[in-house]
């Protein structure tokens, strides 16, 4: 079914953010801008305009949405019980890109939104017109990135325009958003902090916040999925068991441009620098238009229709920021051979990669 969707340009933000609200309020499904990216927002509450959003997307039910907030306090509204090192972390990164999966209170959200499970993901964006948007609309709103399910995350409301027109209710436009991947998402179990997704809190700034009595763990890589999405199971590395995920973004491939992506690793410059460019030359002589993804330092040295300034290997900040925008831009070209560097896997380096695993599915190689 189309929608007619509604724009509110940055400049008229304020005057459209009670409009927006009172969509919200009637159950209808509004993009909105975060600090991470733009996310898809609708009444968490209501199994009608969850399922909006899973149609919206053209997003599997069984992957959960993460639930956002206006003020931390309203978390015990959601949250059957919270113990101290999750009430640390609130204090800590609250509002900010740090997603909590909590036990959830019986009936606070739609089923839909957890995916069935006992938990629930939640979050307070640091994002001021998100938290006005959260607290004028009433709602706690499950908000999951606001693109079409595996394409790059909106960072843009444009890239939200590309996706979803016609499909949602409306658009707010904050302008471009500040991290430019999405928030962490941990569980804690048994006094230890797992990491179930990396994003834009760190491992190091959580165990800053914990300090060495607790134990911050990176959970194990999840496997890139190649059956049918029906027949997928996830392997949930915290529990010790198979089960359905307790976090979204870590079953099924994400973030992929539309041509083939290949993710370089090494740590060897020259030898890391000769294979890419072999590798865009053999693609470019297939009939392949080719991009490179480059590290600032490593810039100079490529030859393809078109090299991306990702930032310095040293500060992966800027790679991060822009990843997103550089992939869709890549679809925007028609560039449909993606060279990507690898980032090494420290700070915000971690998110990093783990985004450009899952836009390359898997097509890993280190040289």
Known sequence: MTVETKYWPAEQSQAGLKEAAAVLAAGGVIAFPTETVYGLGGDARSSVAVKRIFAAKGRPSDNP??????????????????????????????????????????????????????TVAVRVPANELARQLIEQSGCPLAAPSANRSGRPSPTQARHVMEDLDGRIDGVLDGGATGVGLESTVVRVLEGKIYILRPGGITREQLQEAVGKTVEVIVAAE????????????????????????????????????????????????????????????EATLRGCRVAVLSCTEHVSRYQAEAVFDCGSMTTPIKAAQSLYANLRECDERGLDFIIAEGYPEEGIGAALMNRLRKASGGNEIIV
Not at 67 to 78: G, P, Q, Y
Not at 100 to 118: F, H, I
Not at 241 to 257: Q, V
């Open 65 to 118: 949405l993460i639930v956002h907030l206006a003020d931390r306090e309203e978390v015990h509204t959601l949250a059957e019980r919270i113990n101290d090192v999750e009430q640390a972390l609130m204090s800590a990164f609250w509002p900010g890109p740090l997603t909590l999966v909590l036990p959830v209170r019986e009936g606070a959200v739609s089923k839909l939104v957890t995916a069935g499970l006992d």
């Open 222 to 281: 999840d496997r890139v999925q190649t059956e049918a999405p029906k027949m997928e199971i996830a392997f949930d590395s915290v529990a010790g068991r198979t089960e359905a995920p307790r976090s979204p973004g870590i079953k099924y491939t994400h973030y992929a441009p539309k041509g083939e992506m290949l993710l370089v690793i090494g740590q060897n410059r020259d030898k890391l620098i000769a294979f890419v460019q072999q590798q865009a030359n």
